[in-house]
């Protein structure tokens, strides 16, 4: 059964979120870069782990798998062509991972590191499909890319844009405010954006998170995800008149709005 799950978002560090899926009685733990809030929740629930999903190598993401592995009842799950703390069961794109009765799908999103994965199950209970998605996709952003190319990174963000719209959207970093500045920014006529960015300013000054996000939302908001639509584009067009075309490719576009969020303050 699917049914009667909880997700829950334990903050780490100055930012992180380290997911949190449990049924009552087992857990699966996502990218735990600290130990320490991991150990806290299944203790105060009473929960076994079974199971650790990791998205890439980044320490904020893996650096707490070794000090969990004495209370870990199940196998540690990471990318195939990423330095990971082994043992672990090395996946690809297409491989299926079976946690807590939930069947998930790997799929590859290159781009902030070579060879980052992402986890999407389609049946996760009411409240819809799950993807955990480390530092590919964020509310209303996406990742650096650290390693990964712009054109990587951009058919990742396709590809993840291409899920239900009814899609929990489990990103790894509170970054929502600061993303939507830019996004504002960039695409300051979008009412569904000033919407959306109102809601979560609520969210943040109640002390909640505003993730997950919903993949619905993020197609109408997150300007990483329509760099094929006129305003995006022209934005483009008007910070770097010189480099892009008058007609770009959506790729041209994704590159120079990633390279502009770089330098935004």
Not at 66 to 92: I, K, S, T, Y
């Amino acid at each position: 059964m699917t049914l009667g799950l909880t997700l829950t978002p334990l903050p780490a560090f100055d930012d992180n979120y380290l997911w949190l899926l449990d049924d009552g009685r087992e857990a699966l733990v996502v990218d735990p870069g600290d130990a320490a809030p991991v150990a806290a929740a299944l203790d105060a629930r009473g929960l076994t782990l079974a199971g650790i999903l990791l998205t890439h190598h980044h320490g904020d993401h893996v650096g707490g798998v070794d000090a969990l592995r004495p209370r870990l009842a199940g196998p540690v799950f990471g990318p195939l062509h990423e330095p990971m703390p082994e043992p672990l069961q090395r996946l690809r794109g297409g491989d299926i991972v079976e946690l807590l009765g939930l069947q998930f799908t790997v799929l590859d999103v290159p781009g902030h590191t070579a060879g980052h994965i992402a986890y999407f199950a389609a049946e996760a209970g009411r409240e819809g499909p799950l993807l955990f998605c480390g530092d590919t996709l964020f509310s209303a952003g996406c990742g650096r890319l650290f390693e990964g190319t712009a054109a990587q990174m951009h058919a990742s963000l396709r590809s993840l844009a291409a899920l239900p719209p009814e899609t929990r959207v489990c990103c790894a970093h509170e970054y929502t405010l600061s993303n939507l500045r830019f996004a504002r920014a960039v695409d300051p006529d979008n009412a569904a954006l000033a919407a959306y960015a109102a809601w979560c300013e609520a969210e943040r000054a109640a002390g909640r998170p505003t993730l997950p996000a919903r993949m619905g939302q993020e197609v109408l908001i997150n300007p990483f995800l329509r760099c094929e639509q006129a305003p995006l584009r022209d934005a483009a067009r008007r910070h770097a008149p010189s480099t892009l075309a008058a007609a770009p490719e959506p790729v041209d576009v994704f590159a120079t709005l990633r390279e502009w969020k770089n330098g935004f303050r």
